[in-house]
């Protein structure tokens, strides 16, 4: 682990408050131009009069370098998977979907980032306060959340959604549509954690060669010699047919496979793999 894996960790704790903070900001201080005017004279008739003045032309260069700094990698690794393609996938076909692939997570982006924002926000806080936030393992195997989890941890933040979007709105219907990826993220945050984490929508992306992974399109050598070893010793051993395709399907224990002697039989080289670990 370097510095920069650090640095990098220290801004994901960071980086999501600041991120509330300044839109809060933004929201506060849109609020006070609408309802509240400006004394140019409060400390008496003057020459010179402290005007408010806000520079376009710099906005869009802000707006234009946000953009330009969160679609640039997408559209560089669009060109990378185009550039690099096997020779198998040819065609117009699979650059439409990837196209399509590098639209839909844009999307989702954006969606899940407030969503990101105000959970990492709220954990901060909590480990600040001194309550134990936990540290859970990792769920491997694909399951939806149930309703009532859905309800006790996204509630917060459709709340929140609903409010920042009353507070755009008392503003101006402009400002709506530019808070409109934080407002529509937050308050459709159930919704979109439970179609994001439904194993069912991820296999019909994947059945429609959407959002893939390399190793789901071509399948790694390391994968398919050990899926060959487990078919031939199924065969020898009369094991399952299927036990090829559940290791298939699981990368790790198929490196934990190939690992391990060829002369060995299915479970022993399991055996071994797990008191590897």
Not at 180 to 187: A, E, K, Q, T
Request: glycine share 10%; aromatic share 8%; net charge positive.
């Amino acid at each position: 682990m370097s510095r920069l894996h650090l640095l990098t960790g220290i801004g994901c704790y960071v980086t999501p408050p600041l991120w509330l903070l300044f839109l809060g900001t933004g929201i506060l201080i849109s609020l006070q131009g609408q309802f509240i005017h400006p004394e140019y004279d409060a400390l008496g008739a003057t020459l010179f009069p402290q005007w408010s003045a806000q520079d376009s032309v710099r906005a869009i260069w802000v707006f234009a370098g946000t953009m330009a700094m969160l679609l640039a990698p997408k559209l560089l690794g669009y060109l990378a998977i185009l550039l690099r393609r096997p020779p198998g996938q040819s065609g117009v076909f699979p650059a439409v979907r990837g196209f399509l692939s590098v639209l839909i997570e844009a999307v989702l982006a954006a969606l899940l980032a407030p969503i990101m924002m105000l959970s990492q926000t709220k954990a901060l806080v909590e480990i600040l306060a001194g309550r134990n936030y936990g540290w859970g393992p990792q769920r491997r195997a694909g399951r939806a959340p149930t309703g009532l989890d859905l309800l006790r941890r996204y509630t917060f933040h459709t709340v929140v959604g609903v409010a920042v979007g009353a507070a755009a709105l008392a503003v101006s219907e402009a400002l709506v549509f530019w808070m409109l990826p934080v407002i529509v993220g937050l308050m459709l945050a159930i919704p979109i954690v439970w179609l994001t984490s439904h194993p069912v929508i991820g296999r019909k992306l994947r059945s429609a060669g959407l959002l893939l992974t390399p190793e789901e399109s071509l399948t790694p050598p390391i994968l398919s010699q050990a899926s060959d070893w487990i078919a031939r010793d199924s065969e020898r051993s009369h094991g399952s047919p299927g036990t090829g395709r559940a290791v298939a399907r699981a990368p790790a224990a198929a490196l934990k496979y190939v690992a391990c002697p060829p002369h060995l039989s299915v479970a022993a080289k399991f055996r071994v793999g797990d008191r590897a670990q």
